[in-house]
Structure formats: C-alpha cells, structure tokens
C-alpha cells in the first residue's frame, strides 16, 4: 500500500530565520521516526539541509509573492501530495488539503512590532490561511487563545504542538559574568531594557540575534553592548552555556524558545511578565515588570533557578512536537 505523502514548506531553512527555521528543522528531523506510515517531502531552496527520510523539492525562489501564487501551486499539482504543511501562509490556489502552523499574532496585538505595508499583509494572509486550513496548529496555548479571539477560529480546529531545545543545549563548563540576550533587535524585544539591567548590575550584554532595527543596533552598540548578530548553533549553545543569566524583556510572545534553551543550558532566566513565557517557564524562571529587580534575582538563586530550569526542559519534546503533528495529518488524511 503507498503511503500518503505529506509536502512540507521548509523555505525558511538555510535562512537564518531564529524560531521559524528552528520550527522546520526539529519537525523535519523528527516526523519520519513517528510516523512511519506517511512519507514526507520538503520544499526548500537548500536540498542538502534536509535530514534523512524526507525527500527534496527543491524551489528557488526569489519573489515570496511569487512563489506562493505560482510556483508552489504548480509544484504541488505536480506531486499530487495527499496534504501540505505551511507556515502563516498558504498558497493562492492550493490543490490538496493543507494545514498551517501560526506561531504568534504580535502584529495584532501590537502593531510596532512591524512596518504597515507588511502588517496589512499578514493581516489578510494570516487569517485567510487559519480559516481555509483543514486544522491550525499553534506553538502555545496564549496564540491558540489569540486565534480564537481575533480571528474567530473554531476551538476545535486548533491543535497545539509545544516547541522544544534540540540535544545540543545542555549545561557546560564555568560561567562568565555576562548577560546574553536572544531575539532580533526589534522594538517588540525591547533590547535596551536588557541593557538597562545589565548596567545597573555592573556587567556586559551580549546580543545575539538579526538586526531588524538599524538605529536600535547602533543604539546598543553606543552604550556597549557586544552585537554578535546571528551565530551558528554551536557559538549559540556556547553564549548560553557561559552567560549567568538570560535576559528576556520582549513584549510579546508566542512562545519564547530562548528561554527554554537557555533552561537546558543551565542558565537563569529574567524575563517579563508575559503568557506565553509563562507557560514554558512555570515557576523555573523570573519574572517581573522590574526587569532588573528581577535579574538580580536570577543571579543571587544561580543555583535553584537552573536546577528548576533543566527539570522543566524535561516536559519539552520533539518527538512529541512531532508525534502531535502527525496525529493532526491523520485527522485530516481520515476524512
């Protein structure tokens, strides 16, 4: 009997796209040791990032317009898959039964987080792949409770499928006294706050993470702090396995995988008050509308932070990232 095969938009990987390539690059790895009844293959530009057991279809791309208008509907009429697996967005016309992962609503809930040209893109992309989709798979239960609310999407049709750290993100060798910070510098992340703290507690900030904001790079370049922009993942388990604290101001988010990275690391985690991070962190990260308070915290309980941080990592897994993934395919495959 063939196995229904399963086509799945990997075009982030290979682009240094943080929590969107992380996203595709764990599922990839893990869906065909959990669902050996299906077959899957990848749309990627970059073939030789694919692991073992998904097959390539390899796209280049150059307009995203493009692609998702033309292109990607031809190719997907061409290999006839049984479902396809998209991420905020599905192609114009799209001729199998799709699924789309929306990882977070930040432009909704707070509209600095991008420029208005693209804002009102998502704003009518985002919602008409939710509800054409077949099933919408979210990253927290805070986004499927956004979905619900804004855009109206049946409770029912949601499926929440919780990130997790790849096994490269343990704890190692000494620390060193400086503050890491992780996301893009953006005003949603708020990465002068970061510096605000690490100067009021006498050390250095290091950032980590793609420039999305000239003027607020060369800001916190002014004041200081050491911009790494992006760096591989061994550089990235290092900076973690070496900071004394996580330092996590951002406003919004849908799920916060620097704070759970930095968990498995060892590492203590400040951070504000925010839904999603609560939810991954529990009570084994600090949290408080006085960043710094809260970072002088970290750094006084080092010790029983990161012990409850590498307990808590252990409810995160791939593998049932992945497992949950699948289920919902079959779902719409049994109709």
């Given at each position: 009997m063939t196995k229904p095969?399963?086509?799945?938009?990997?075009?982030v990987?290979?682009?240094?796209?943080?929590?969107?390539?992380t996203y595709v690059e764990?599922?990839?790895?893990?869906?065909?040791?959990?669902?050996?009844?299906l077959r899957f293959a990848a749309i990627t530009r970059r073939p030789e990032l694919l692991p073992p057991g998904v097959e390539p279809l390899h796209l280049p791309a150059r307009s995203q317009e493009l692609r998702m208008a033309r292109a990607v509907p031809s190719l997907l009429r061409r290999t006839r898959p049984a479902l396809a697996h998209f991420l905020h967005a599905l192609p114009l016309r799209c001729p199998c039964p799709a699924v789309v992962t929306v990882q977070d609503l930040s432009w909704e809930r707070d509209p600095t987080v991008m420029p208005l040209r693209t804002r009102m893109v998502f704003r009518i992309v985002v919602p008409r792949a939710a509800r054409r989709a077949a099933r919408v798979l979210t990253i927290s239960e805070r986004t499927k409770r956004d979905l619900v609310e804004l855009y109206r999407i049946p409770d029912q049709k949601i499926v929440v499928t919780l990130l997790a750290v790849d096994p490269a993100f343990h704890p190692e060798g000494e620390r060193d006294s400086y503050l890491l910070y992780v996301g893009a510098i953006e005003p949603r992340k708020q990465p002068l706050l970061a510096l605000d703290a690490a100067e009021a507690v006498g050390r250095r900030l290091v950032v980590v993470g793609p420039t999305k904001d000239e003027p607020l790079a060369e800001e916190l370049r002014r004041r200081g702090a050491d911009l790494r922009g992006y760096v591989a993942k061994p550089e990235l388990v290092r900076l973690y396995q070496h900071a004394s604290c996580l330092v996590f101001p951002s406003r919004y988010e849908g799920f916060g995988l620097p704070v759970l990275e930095a968990m498995a690391c060892g590492t203590p985690v400040a951070a504000l008050e925010d839904p999603a991070l609560r939810e991954v962190a529990g009570d084994a990260a600090v949290f408080g509308a006085d960043l710094t308070a809260s970072v002088r915290v970290a750094l006084v309980e080092h010790e029983r932070l990161s012990a409850a941080g590498l307990r808590r990592v252990r409810d995160f897994s791939w593998h049932e990232t992945a497992a949950q993934t699948a289920a919902a395919y079959r779902e719409v495959l049994a109709r």
């Open positions: 095969l399963v086509v799945i938009d990997a075009d990987l290979g682009r240094h796209r943080t929590g969107d390539e764990q599922l990839l790895a893990a869906l065909p040791e959990v669902a050996d009844d």
